[in-house]
């Protein structure tokens, strides 16, 4: 990481609050990852090799008192994917924030199960919302999000009004409604066993008139317990839909992660997410992966192997997909 200390720059910029010009630290960092990746039969790959290049900007300084800090990543320059992050620490009162994209409330708790590279659904054919049974009905975009820890226990909750969409100043989103979601998380140093990590979190979405009635409901719990150099983790997931003709999706994952050495680690995983009330009958998306990592100071060597049957819902609509890649930190 390259850090440049003490910058002159007034608090966040003059344009963002009008106040007197504070001194702010900024720090960069970011990594470039060179991936190949193979498809299965079905798809043509074309050129299999890719580049993405993950550069985050930080400032804080002292405001009236708080500490605000704006946070500012370009995840993939070639995908055009950006989040941003206002944040106000109140101290014992906990932070506030604006999110545009980096991680709040239940999506924060989507996936947990322990694994050595990427999620065993990451690469995997998905529906227009994105991978089945992840829950988070606020989702991190255009949300406020409110986080402290009470005795132990870190509250993480996000709520938005209207659509989960990006905005930009002085603009607003079309049609959506709004919603609201929250993560609890505790480590075992409370709970007086050590290694153990849980937490839950539950949410709700507007529906607005395309509804057969009341809000869609979101809930999640996980349980991550390491022993050594292994991880076993176990995470349950619910996603209510009270929208016509939409399937509710019951989501349940494993998985087991074993550092080799302070270098080497491997893990696998398994997932089913149950489609429920489909005409024909519930239907059961089963996916698996394996994946493996290697660490020699910034670099970073990483494969994982990920598989799927009867995916979203479709019974025979199968996928798979093999990644290799080489990142590196800065």
Known sequence: MNNIKK???TALAGSLVAISAQAAEMSVNGATMLTYTSEDGSEVTGNPFGMKTNLAFTASGEVNGYNVSYYQASQD????MSSAR???DMGDMGT???DQGSGSGLATIDDKTPTAAEEI???LDAGAGGAQGLVGAAGSSGVFNYVKTFE???LNAAARKGSGTSNSDGSSSGAGQGAWDFALTTDGEMLGVDGLAIGAGYGEAENGSVGTGGDDAHASAFANYSVGPVTFGYQMSYIHNNITATDD???AAWGLAFNVNENLSISYGERDVVFKGAIGGDVTEKGDGIAVAYTMGSMKIAGNMNDVSDNDGVTNSNDSMTEI?????F
């Open 86 to 88: 206002l944040s106000i």
């Open 96 to 98: 506030i924030a604006f």
């Open 152 to 154: 132990g226990v870190k």
């Open 77 to 80: 320059q070639f995908a055009g």
């Open 325 to 329: 890649a080489v990142s590196f930190a």
């Open 249 to 251: 999706q019951e989501t």
């Open 7 to 9: 910058i002159g720059l």
């Open 121 to 123: 659904w990451d690469g």
